[in-house]
């Protein structure tokens, strides 16, 4: 197979007849791990073994879903979590599609006004830090609602070697003790005491946490009501509420995952199967495709000016309206039809000029008559019955909201972040809101996560997702585009330079050391105002590429520890 695509390669690059601009080709395609089964791609790879060897046993997708999240909530504490919430979207194998949400809620007793300071104005650290920020977590309700629809083997026979993973312990990456070391006086700060993770550790070091082992033990033999109404819950309400916190044994009780329609669209040959709000990610991706569909980005070339330039302008248009448009479809009405129609979208590219930029000052959200973090973690599989799934899972900020609950194992979300404090002012990730995303109680906040599953001619294409709070948007469509208009493999396109661009802020953000120092300057000279300067990383993707033989390519981000196994 790869000996087949070298040799395209090398005809195709034979075949030009007129010279093309120096860029910086490749002389050989890089692939990810190829295997003709099931495939598991995820950021550790303790979690994507585990999730492997349940496919082995014979359990389906959804059964290593249930294994491959919990894994990562013992092994990447830094987004894996049993306190946070998530989404997931499925393609079975019979092309029948759906998506899951299984993201936090506002406590009951949360108003719209909770962060903001006597003059009206929000307290950032209130939201972001401690157990005022806690939203009501999902992650478990989520696993069981999809164990108990779709799942092939036994919740025991899924949990349990989490549970030894937990006992026995994991190995701490360089990237790891560097994020431990980064957040270790907060995690003292905010728990008022020391905590398992505030230790001291150096790369290869072995984690045991055998009371996070206790609590999954407990999940077992209890099933979701042991989090949600069981021994789990009340000592992770009593740990909440003795630091000041909200969240009631009322607000476990009531919470449910919820079934939704995923946001389907078209773009060119290919269909689109991404997450409906409350996460915002399947409209913004359908937007920015739909806007840029008109424009020959393969003639124009990877990363190339005119590239860079009309991805630009669509994303400065799509977050513009999730700013105003988008939030909780329980408590808003979302004009989700009219904001991906064809109409609507090319009229909101109609003031493009080629020769500048379009300032976001001079650009609002558009007109319809009548009317999120970086520190996220996502997984993609396929199982050997061509199933698949895409799960974008997290605690919002690195290690959530800092506050762990000693006697369970275990850090809680700062998702109420995720709300507008006070519409027009930004979040953490540099996002705005209106009124569609303010707080409410049992109300869900808006999200940026964007697990995406793609078709071509009918037959399952892709699974691909990411970190990156705002970013995250931004690199599953870069990843897709890199696939499909620039002809690259699934590890190649994971690991190409990724660039941003979310309304407001107005600046460009650029991998550093990444783009052609011409291209940057010739779009400073258009308007442009671009930083490269920080080292932010844009997504962490791993994703999962069907190639035409019907075996399965898993790119791991280089980015992270990410890890593919398949068989």
């Known amino acids: 197979m790869r000996s087949f695509f070298l040799l395209l390669f090398i005809l195709v690059i034979a075949c030009k007849t007129t010279p093309e601009p120096k860029v910086d080709i490749k002389t050989k395609p890089v692939f990810g791990v190829i295997e003709k089964n099931a495939m598991v791609v995820s950021a550790r790879e303790e979690a994507s073994k585990i999730g492997k060897e349940i496919l082995q046993k014979g359990g389906n997708v959804f059964d290593a879903m249930v294994a491959t999240e919990m894994a990562l909530a013992v092994s990447y504490p830094y987004a894996g979590n049993l306190g946070g919430g998530g989404f997931m979207v499925y393609r079975k194998a019979n092309g029948e599609t759906g998506a899951i949400d299984y993201r936090e809620k506002a406590p009951g007793a949360a108003f719209k006004d909770m962060y903001l300071d006597e003059n009206g104005d929000p307290i950032p650290e209130k939201s972001q830090l401690g157990a005022m920020a806690v939203g009501v977590p999902g992650t478990i309700a989520g696993i069981f609602e999809v ?165 630009t302008e669509a994303e400065r248009r799509a977050y513009a309206d999730r700013s105003f448009y988008l939030g909780d479809p329980d408590f808003v009405k979302i004009p989700i039809d009219t904001l991906i129609s064809e109409s609507y979208l090319s009229e909101r590219m109609k003031d493009f000029n080629p020769k500048k930029a379009t300032l976001s000052s001079d650009l609002n959200y558009g007109s319809i008559p009548g009317y999120e973090s970086s520190e996220t973690t996502h997984y993609s599989i396929i199982d050997q019955f061509g199933n698949a799934i895409s799960v974008t899972t997290t605690l919002n900020g690195a290690y959530g909201s800092k506050l762990y609950v000693p006697e369970l194992g275990f850090f809680l979300n700062n998702e109420m972040d995720d709300f507008s404090a006070k519409p027009g002012t930004p979040n953490m990730f540099g996002l705005l809101g209106a009124e569609a995303n303010s707080i409410a109680p049992e109300k869900r906040m808006l999200s ?63 991998e550093p050391n990444s783009f052609d120092k011409k291209i940057l300057d010739s779009l400073r000279t258009k308007g442009y105002k671009t930083n490269e300067e920080e080292s932010r990383v844009i997504g962490k993707v791993d994703g999962i590429l069907v190639l035409p033989d019907g075996s399965l390519e898993g790119g791991a981000d280089k980015r992270g520890d990410d890890t593919a196994v398949g068989f």
């Not at 999954?216 to 003795?242: C, H």
């Open 448 to 510: 940026s996560m964007t697990p995406t599953l793609v078709e071509k001619d009918g037959k399952l294409w892709m699974s691909v997702g990411t970190p990156g709070g705002s970013t995250i948007i931004t690199s599953v469509l870069q990843t897709i585009l890199n696939v499909k208009e620039y002809g690259m493999t699934m590890q190649d396109a994971v690991n190409a330079p990724r660039f941003h661009h979310q309304w407001l802020p107005d600046v460009v953000v650029f």
């Open 147 to 311: 164990h108990k629809k779709f799942g092939t083997l036994p919740i025991k026979e899924l949990l349990t070697p989490v549970v030894e993973l937990a006992n026995n312990g994991y190995i701490i990456t360089e990237k790891q003790q560097k994020r431990l070391d980064h957040y270790r006086a907060l995690f003292i700060e905010t728990n008022r005491d020391t905590i398992l993770y505030a230790k001291t550790y150096k790369a290869l070091d072995t984690v045991k946490n055998p009371m996070l082992a206790k609590t999954l033990q407990r999940i077992i033999e209890n099933g979701r009501d042991e989090f949600y109404k069981g021994e789990t819950a009340k000592e992770m309400v009593n740990y909440i509420q003795s630091l000041g916190g909200i969240i009631t044994m009322e607000d476990l009780s009531k919470y449910e995952a919820k079934w939704r329609e995923p946001v389907k669209f078209t773009y060119k040959d290919l269909n689109i199967i991404s997450m409906s709000p409350p996460s915002s990610g399947g409209v913004c991706l359908a937007q920015i495709m739909k806007m840029i569909e008109p424009y020959e980005l393969s003639i124009y070339g990877h990363n190339s000016l005119k590239s860079i330039q009309v991805i």
